[in-house]
């Protein structure tokens, strides 16, 4: 799910205000953009590139690596299975408040295809100095500096609270990967931290996590077992509990979930957990060295 | 958003689930005429909340005075925070065994989860911690959906008593209703198994999925919202998420994440957050309603502003809070720090028309806070 410079990316929703608006400054960081997608829009030209009227048109006219959606919560489905069916492998979906059972049809769809996707609810991916997928702040040098710290995040804000830290404490970032808010999601914390071990340019792991959810705890079973350190923030402590979802949420989530349980699960798996951003960049230099 | 247990038994009994014969009464007197045909019957109160049974909101009545009595008593009650208008008089059902059987949507498996236990009823989760073995859990592919002979194939080994086919007609009849209604969770329980062999849904939760509102205009007309303090229903006006807390340090973020961090930072250094407010997404447009909010809270004696634009932009929510600021001319100090998309118009806004300098370190920003909480 790391997207660097080399690769294409397809904008579906393309001329919309948000998908133009942010795909001038993909364009402008580097991001190399070959084509948009607005059926009503086929044939005209946004931000400098071509439109097409779905995203299997236009695979038929040029390549493209990624796909990103800057489409309505309901509109989404279908848009992700065109980009699926246009054999599209890595799907980047920004949108909040897509139903939850639209999510688990297109994440099916998506395994079954081979396709990797990346939220919903993400802020999206950055590689800083070369590109980024989505709607995070790449272009402001204060927050993000190339280097060797790969973040993942649930929340965009967050993360660029985070990468901004890092940059204060003389570190930089070989990739970002947000992971995205909503409970069911295409690449678990687990799943980026499998990609982000495997990753050569990668030296070490900033976990941004929060409460809800059992994502930072299974992610902890795979940080035991590397050899790159990892630190963590889970947001939260002083946040009162969220909703309880009848006796079944309560059998499936088994006690996990909390800040504590997500704090001793990292600990016990040898995560340093940090009281505050402002800590992770000390901590992570510390444990480089 | 949440349903009372009639409208899910409306569903169910809709898909050919069994339920106990029942009406729903909203006075004493129209429950006792209920009871009065129903004969020894079951008085519940209606009411979103889970705990109602040992709340003291279900009570047994052996006739209509009996049935008037426990309506008397519910009606106008209150159970978790939720009044009780109405009351649901059933039947009595002769019950041989309380089975569980729910579907919600799982994260871990990434669709719908259905869960079964031969031990159902009100201490379900403990008895599945102890007896793992009494859970049967299977996940589905939501674009495949599931017949009943598929499900009685995936029941066979668990233990269940020789139920498999009856069970597996209700899950199957169930999940029809759980994906028809954008369902996030739909639970049973108990699922009575009667002394007769007939199994009888003797209560429904069902939780509609808030996404899916948009596309499900009637279900969500019979929903029942949370209650709300005075000043989280006028943020819901807003379509802003605000809940008030114990201490006396307002906050102001974007996003959930960087929203609960901020009160982490607060508690950290010595102070306790006056709210939650997240105007995360396309809500921070709504700033200037939402610094309103936070500041009517009487407890609220300091306040951080800590924006970190990714998607927001940080200009168009510094304005916001700039012109309600100059509107509202509260008398409490405001601490900023505001980072990401737009920040160098932000804080030449705040710098200009406040008169104040932002810090650079969110950390400052709340210490500052705390202590002039203090």
Known sequence: ?289 | MNFEEHVGKFLLAAAGIEVPDGEVATSAETAAGIAARLGPCVVKAQVAAGGRGKAGGIRTADGAEAARAAANALLGASIGGHPVERVLVERRVATARELYAAILMDAESEGPLILVSARGGMEVEEIAGRHPDALIRFPLDVRKGIEAPEIAVRLADGSIWGLQHQMSDVLARLYQVFVRNDAELLEVNPLALTVDSRLVALDCKLVLDDAAIPRRPELAALGTPEPKAPLEAQAAGHGLKFIELDGNVGVLANGAGLTMTTMDAIRHYGGAPANFLEIGGEAYRLAKPALEIVLANPRTRSLVVNFCGAFARTDVMTEGVVEAWQQLRPGVPVFFSIHGTGEDEAIALVRERLGIEPFDLMDDAVKAAVEAAT
């Not at chain 1, 579906?12 to 829009?41: C, D, H």
């Not at chain 1, 139903?99 to 802020?123: M, S």
């Open chain 1, 1 to 289: 799910m790391i997207v660097r410079g080399h690769e294409r990316v397809l904008v579906q929703g393309i001329t919309g205000r948000q998908g133009s608006f942010w795909t001038e400054r993909m364009l402008a960081y580097g991001t190399r953009v070959v084509g948009g997608v607005n059926p009503k829009r086929a044939g005209e030209t946004c931000c400098g590139v071509p439109v097409f009227a779905s995203a299997t048109a236009a695979a038929a006219e040029l390549a493209f690596d990624v796909s990103v959606l800057f489409i309505p919560p309901l509109a989404c489905k279908a848009a992700a299975l065109d980009a699926i069916e246009a054999d599209c492998r890595k799907l980047v979906v920004l949108t909040e408040h897509i139903p939850l059972q639209d999510t688990a049809y297109l994440l099916a769809a998506a395994r079954e295809a081979g396709c990797r996707v990346i939220g919903p609810n993400t802020a999206g991916v950055v590689t800083p100095g070369e590109c980024f997928v989505g709607f995070m702040p790449a272009f402001n040098a204060r927050v993000f500096q190339p280097g060797t710290i790969g973040v993942i995040s649930r929340s965009g804000s967050l993360g660029t609270l985070v990468c901004l830290e890092l940059v204060r404490a003389g570190l930089g970032v070989s990739a970002f990967v947000g992971i995205g808010g909503d409970p069911i999601l295409g690449t678990s914390m687990r799943d980026a931290l499998v990609e982000l071990d495997r990753d050569p340019r990668t030296a070490a792991v900033a976990l941004v996590g929060e409460i809800g959810g059992t994502t930072e705890e299974e992610a902890a079973g795979y940080a035991r077992t590397m050899r790159k350190p990892v630190a963590a923030f889970v947001a939260g402590a002083a946040s009162p509990p969220g909703r309880r979802m009848g006796h079944a949420g309560a059998i499936v989530t088994d006690g996990r979930g909390s800040h504590a349980a997500k704090k001793a699960a990292l600990e016990a798996a040898g995560v340093v957990v940090a009281p505050t951003p402002a800590a992770l960049g000390g901590m992570l230099t510390a444990l480089m060295h």
